[in-house]
Structure formats: structure tokens, C-alpha cells
């Protein structure tokens, strides 16, 4: 997958560098002066000054704009408003705060918004993956309360936000992306893991926060993330803080990433997938016959079993290695497909032209964003208590894992797959863990993940014991176009039948129909179903 990622982002890197040349052209006809940029924050300033007076002398004298979180240390964290979002944000915080109070040289940004619903003592904690990418993008195109998607014209409510069951924090970690600051030093998950939980705790006392009980849950490289930082949590033995009670991860690198839930799924994914590939017979078969060649369809027949027979091999794909190169199937595909389909999306492999801008410059950052990025412009900047220095962009230039081309998937981050150790040591402490794949992601593969599982001891047993088959329904309405529906007549009930889950010793599993990469983007109502579950709102998926 690495090499998926790199050679994207490579691709996406110089495309972007040649845009960049572009846009600078673009900027020259459209200036943003640093007096604009200080006026901006000036008036931001001004506004959140009043607006907070107004507020509390109404929580003073007992109006009803009560703010549950608001106090004389998080007030500086209150966002009014934000450019080009036309609602009432509500209580709503973001800001940075550091990771150790007596040295402000490393310091995470976060966003906090309470539930909109009935209050609640938990948080449930979001990061993205990356390694490197900012966390706002779930807070702006997954799972909060408001979405802008690609494409789109100006954000609009989001129905199936999380904020509407639960206290939600999205963070930017680690050290080194989005508006995160300090110098990244990691090579291992342990450490970033420590970082965060240092930050937790300065970030709960600051909004008065004790005794809530924390769910920690993410996407992609987050994978990696959500176990250690659960695993670290837990070490603490502290429920003042650290209440560890579930973890939730979507298309996460939970296992041998590179091998397992990219390179050995691809080319069944291509056939299952066919019409959306239009390769021809040629190149199909030659895609079969290095699928067979590279020893990736006996892997499937081994070890695809439930229960499993025995734990996988180590592996480790060499992305610097001729023979390995010519196993690289993900990268073969997706080269390959590129020509047929110029806007095939490896996150989402349903995506047909045209390539949509996206406000946030990724993935479709080959596009300008029409006004610049979102969270790069000054005014947002200055309403969310960001740096103005920094350049904000989804996923950073720079590793965040400083450990070159070292560690199992040559990713500078050394430590040990979660499926190894730290994930069955989650599961078993709160028997509260829910993996999920979307089917339309081709960078983790639903069967990937699945065979992964298939390699992981916990709660006494290796893998599943046995396979996957209950339908997984979803029968929450459309929210986002009923009106429109209806004016037009139409009845919109349920989605119906929307994936396949499975249970066993503590562990859920939900292979997603229909979704990309980013589940809450692509089916927010199975994710907000999954949330439920997490939080025990439901207690049968
Ligand atoms: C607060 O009270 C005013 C006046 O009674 C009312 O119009 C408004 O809807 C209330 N707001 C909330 C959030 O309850
Ligand atoms: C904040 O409020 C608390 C409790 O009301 C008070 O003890 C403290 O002095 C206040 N701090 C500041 C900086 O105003
Ligand atoms: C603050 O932390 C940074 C990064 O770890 C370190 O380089 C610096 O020496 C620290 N400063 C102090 C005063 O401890
Ligand atoms: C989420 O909350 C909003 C605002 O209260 C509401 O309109 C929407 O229906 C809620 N969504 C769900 C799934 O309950
Ligand atoms: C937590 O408890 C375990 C087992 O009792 C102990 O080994 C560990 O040192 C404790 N951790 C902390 C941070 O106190
Ligand atoms: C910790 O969370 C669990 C639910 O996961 C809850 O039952 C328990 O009471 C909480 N413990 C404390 C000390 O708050
Ligand atoms: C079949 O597809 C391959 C890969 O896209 C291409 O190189 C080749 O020219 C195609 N052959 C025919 C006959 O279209
Ligand atoms: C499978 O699990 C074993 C035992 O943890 C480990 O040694 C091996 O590297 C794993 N293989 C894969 C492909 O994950
Ligand atoms: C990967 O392959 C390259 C080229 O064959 C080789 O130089 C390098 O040592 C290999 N790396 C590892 C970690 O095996
Ligand atoms: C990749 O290289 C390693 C060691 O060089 C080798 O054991 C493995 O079989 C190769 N894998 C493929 C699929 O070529
Ligand atoms: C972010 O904004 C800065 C300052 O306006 C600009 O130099 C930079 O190119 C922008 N970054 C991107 C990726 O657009
Ligand atoms: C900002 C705001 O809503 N202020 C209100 C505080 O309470 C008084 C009395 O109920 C209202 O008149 C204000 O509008």
C-alpha cells in the first residue's frame, strides 16, 4: 500500500507542484495582502470577543444559551463562525493546545463539538491516517456536523453527523500535520501514542472534562494509530482520564499492510469488480497469471479459511526489490486503469469524470480548490484559533515518521502490526472493537482486512471461527434530499441490505457496500449505525 500511497501521492505531488506553478499565477491576479489577512482576524477577534460577552451574561442570568463545556479557560477556543458556513454553529472549540504545558514548542489542533443531542459523558475521539493527514477532513467531509464534499457548491448539513449522539474530538496528530506544530522526531507508534495521551489529559483538564468515558476511533493509517493509543490508555490505569471503553477502525492498516490488505486481494477485486476495471481479456489474463505466479492466489487458498488453519508467514514487500516490483499488482491495476478511466479514484473505484475540485485539495487535488484550500485561507484560519504561519494541507510534504524507509511496510513508523499485539489487547479490555472495510476501496481491501483478522489471536482463538454472513441493514430514511424526494413524489424508506457483519469474542466486523475509503463520506448511515453500536445505543448491529 505504500507504494499505492507514494506513488498516488507521488503523482499527486507533482501534479500538484505543476498546479501549484498555476495557482501562483492565479494568486497574482487575486492577491491576498497580509493587511487583509490582519483585518480578517481583527474582525474575528472582535466578533468572538461580543459574541462570548453576550453568551455569558445570559449563562450569568440563567439564559438558556447554555454552553456545557464553555469556561474562562476554553473560551479562547469558541469558534462564532466560520466563512462560508451559513448555520448556527452551536457550541463548537478549536485551537491548539500543547502536549506538555511547560513547553509550547509541540502542540496539537483540535476541533471539540459537544452533541447536539442530550448530554452525554463520553468523548469519542477521530483521527485520520496518513501517516500525515489532517483529521479535518473527517471533521469537513465525513462525520461532522456540517459536510462540504467534492465537487459541491457551499457546505451543507450533515443528518448522519456524529456530533448528534456524542461529544466529538478530532485531532490532528502527530506532530507534523495539518496545524500541528513542533519538529516530528517518532519512529514508532508508542511514541505518538504517548504524545497523544499527554495531550488528552491537558486537553480534558482545560475544558473541566473527568470521568468520561473514551472511545478512540479512525480511517487508514489510523489503523495503526487507534490501537496504540487505545493500548496506551489503557496503560495508564487511570478512568479519570483514560476510560478506555470501545475503538472503532474503517479501512485501517491494521495488518501487514503492504502484502495482506493490498497486493494479494487486488486482482480478485478486479474481477469481482469487473465492469468497472473494462480491462480486456489480454490483460486480464496476464493480471491472473501474476496473481498465480506471484504466489498470491495459493496465499488466499491457505489461509482465507474460518477458523484458520495456522497464522500467515511474515512477510515483507520490498518496494526498492526488481522481483518484488513485478508483484505489485495494486500499483499495476491502478496504473493501468488510470487510462481507461482518467478519473478512477483508488479510495473509491466507483468514481467516474469529471474530477471533481475538492475544497480540501485531496484526493482530487489535481484541481484547484476555487477560493484555495479551505483550512489554508486566513479568515478560516483566524476563526478557528489556527497558526497563520502554517500552509495547511491535507496530508503533509514532510514524513511525520522520521524513520526513512525502515520498519515492517518501509514506513519509518517500526512498530510491531497491531494485529500482532496491541489490537487483541484492546478487544480484550473492552470487548468493544468494530473493524469495518468499505468494498469500493481499492487502497485496504475489504478481503485484506478480512484475512488479516484471519492472522490474529485474541480473546483465546486465532481469526473468526467462522465466516462472515448475516446482512447488515440499515433502515435509518434519507435525510439529506427527502424534501426533495418528496415534493417529487417519491417514497424514500431505508437503504435496505447494506453490507455483512459479524461478531465474535468482542470483535464486530462490517464489510461495507458501497463505500470508499472514507465510510462516513460514502454510506453515513452505515457509519452512524456503527457509532450507535459503539456507543451501546443499539446492542445488535
Ligand atoms: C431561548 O429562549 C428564546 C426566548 O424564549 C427562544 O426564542 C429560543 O428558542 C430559546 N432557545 C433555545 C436554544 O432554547
Ligand atoms: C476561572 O474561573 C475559576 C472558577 O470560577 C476561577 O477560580 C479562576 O480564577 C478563573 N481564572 C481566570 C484566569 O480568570
Ligand atoms: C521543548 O521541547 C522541545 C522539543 O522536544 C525541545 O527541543 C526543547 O529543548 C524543549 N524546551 C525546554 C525549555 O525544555
Ligand atoms: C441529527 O440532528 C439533526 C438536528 O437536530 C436532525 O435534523 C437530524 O435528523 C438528526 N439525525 C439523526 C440521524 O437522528
Ligand atoms: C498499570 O497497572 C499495571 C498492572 O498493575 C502495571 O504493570 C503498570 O505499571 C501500571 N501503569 C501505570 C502507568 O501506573
Ligand atoms: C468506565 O466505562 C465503563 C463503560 O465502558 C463504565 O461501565 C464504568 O463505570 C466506567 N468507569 C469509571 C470509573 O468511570
Ligand atoms: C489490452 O489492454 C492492455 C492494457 O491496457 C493494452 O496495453 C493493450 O493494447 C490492449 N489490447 C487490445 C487488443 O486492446
Ligand atoms: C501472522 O502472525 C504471526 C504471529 O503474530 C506473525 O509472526 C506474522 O508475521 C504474521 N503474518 C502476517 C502476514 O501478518
Ligand atoms: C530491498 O531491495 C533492495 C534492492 O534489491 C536492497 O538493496 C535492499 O537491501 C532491500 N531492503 C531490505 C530491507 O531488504
Ligand atoms: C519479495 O522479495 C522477498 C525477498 O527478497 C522474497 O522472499 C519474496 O518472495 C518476494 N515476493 C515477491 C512477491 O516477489
Ligand atoms: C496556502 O497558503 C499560502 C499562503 O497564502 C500559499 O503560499 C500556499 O501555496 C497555500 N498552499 C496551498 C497548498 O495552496
Ligand atoms: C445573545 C442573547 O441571546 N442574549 C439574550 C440574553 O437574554 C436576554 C433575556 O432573556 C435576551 O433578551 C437576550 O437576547
Not at 495531550?199 to 473514551?214: L, P, R, V
Not at 466507483?350 to 475538492?358: R, V
Not at 417514497?491 to 457496500?513: N, P, S
Request: one cysteine or more; charged letters at 20%.
Amino acid at each position: 500500500m505504500r507504494s499505492s500511497l507514494l506513488t498516488v501521492g507521488a503523482a499527486l505531488l507533482s501534479l500538484v507542484s505543476v498546479s501549484a506553478g498555476h495557482r501562483a499565477g492565479l494568486r497574482a491576479r487575486k492577491p491576498h495582502a497580509l493587511q487583509e489577512q490582519k483585518e480578517a482576524r481583527e474582525r474575528a477577534l472582535a466578533a468572538e470577543k461580543s459574541f462570548f460577552e453576550k453568551r455569558s451574561v445570559n449563562e450569568t442570568s440563567g439564559g438558556n444559551l447554555t454552553y456545557k463545556y464553555l469556561n474562562n479557560r476554553t473560551s479562547e477556543f469558541l469558534i462564532q463562525s466560520l466563512p462560508d458556513v451559513p448555520f448556527d454553529l452551536g457550541e463548537i472549540y478549536s485551537g491548539l493546545i500543547p502536549i506538555d504545558n511547560s513547553n509550547t514548542s509541540e502542540a496539537l489542533f483540535f476541533v471539540f463539538q459537544p452533541t447536539v443531542g442530550a448530554p452525554v459523558d463520553e468523548i469519542v475521539f477521530w483521527t485520520n491516517g496518513g501517516p500525515g493527514c489532517s483529521s479535518l477532513e473527517a471533521f469537513l467531509q465525513e462525520n461532522g456536523m456540517w459536510t462540504w464534499q467534492p465537487g459541491t457548491y457551499e457546505p451543507v448539513l450533515n443528518p448522519y453527523s456524529w456530533a448528534n449522539l456524542t461529544n466529538m474530538l478530532w485531532v490532528e496528530q502527530p506532530i507534523g500535520t495539518g496545524f500541528s506544530i513542533g519538529t516530528p522526531k517518532a519512529t514508532t507508534e508508542e511514541e505518538i501514542a504517548d504524545d497523544f495521551i499527554k495531550w488528552f489529559k491537558n486537553f480534558q483538564q482545560t475544558f473541566g472534562i473527568k470521568n468520561h468515558k473514551i472511545y478512540v476511533t479512525g480511517e487508514s493509517y489510523a489503523g495503526r494509530y487507534v490501537p496504540y493509543i487505545s493500548a496506551a490508555m489503557l496503560d495508564q490505569n487511570d478512568t479519570e482520564y483514560y476510560n478506555l471503553s470501545g475503538a472503532l477502525i474503517y479501512d485501517g492498516v491494521i495488518g501487514e499492510y503492504d502484502y495482506v490488505q493490498g497486493e494479494i486481494p487486488a486482482v480478485p477485486f478486479v474481477e469481482a469488480n469487473a465492469n468497472l476495471f473494462n480491462f480486456n481479456e489480454t490483460f486480464m489474463s496476464e493480471l491472473k497469471g501474476l496473481h498465480e505466479s506471484c504466489g498470491y492466489a495459493d496465499y488466499i487458498d491457505r489461509y482465507m479459511k474460518f477458523p484458520p488453519v495456522e497464522n500467515q508467514p511474515h512477510l515483507f514487500f520490498n518496494y526498492s526489490d526488481p522481483k518484488n516490483q513485478t508483484c505489485d499488482l495494486q500499483d499495476i491495476v491502478n496504473n493501468e486503469v488510470l487510462r481507461v478511466n482518467p478519473c478512477f479514484d483508488i479510495y473509491s473505484v466507483n468514481l467516474m469524470c469529471p474530477l471533481q475540485w475538492d475544497v480540501l485539495g485531496f484526493p482530487t487535488g489535481l484541481l484547484d480548490a476555487q477560493d484555495g484550500i479551505y483550512f489554508n485561507r486566513s479568515d478560516v484560519k483566524a476563526a478557528m484559533h489556527a497558526p497563520d504561519y502554517i500552509d495547511w494541507t491535507e496530508c503533509s510534504n514532510e514524513p511525520v515518521f522520521v524513520g526513512g524507509n525502515g520498519g515492517p511496510q518501509m514506513a519509518g513508523d517500526f512498530s510491531l502490526d497491531p494485529i500482532q499485539k496491541v489490537l487483541p489487547r484492546v478487544i480484550e479490555a473492552t470487548n468493544r472493537v468494530l473493524i469495518s472495510n468499505g468494498d469500493f476501496d481499492m487502497i485496504i481491501l475489504t478481503n485484506g482486512s478480512l484475512l488479516s483478522i484471519q492472522n490474529m489471536t485474541w480473546n483465546g482463538q486465532l481469526g473468526f471461527q467462522n465466516q462472515p454472513n448475516a446482512s447488515f441493514i440499515v433502515d435509518l430514511p434519507d435525510l439529506q434530499d427527502q424534501a426533495v424526494f418528496a415534493e417529487n413524489g417519491l417514497d424514500i424508506t431505508g437503504q435496505g441490505v447494506m453490507g455483512i457483519k459479524h461478531y465474535e469474542r468482542g470483535l464486530a466486523w462490517v464489510e461495507t457496500f458501497q463505500s470508499g475509503h472514507m465510510q462516513p463520506q460514502y454510506q453515513p448511515r452505515s457509519s452512524y449505525r456503527h457509532l450507535q453500536w459503539l456507543l451501546h445505543r443499539i446492542e445488535d448491529l
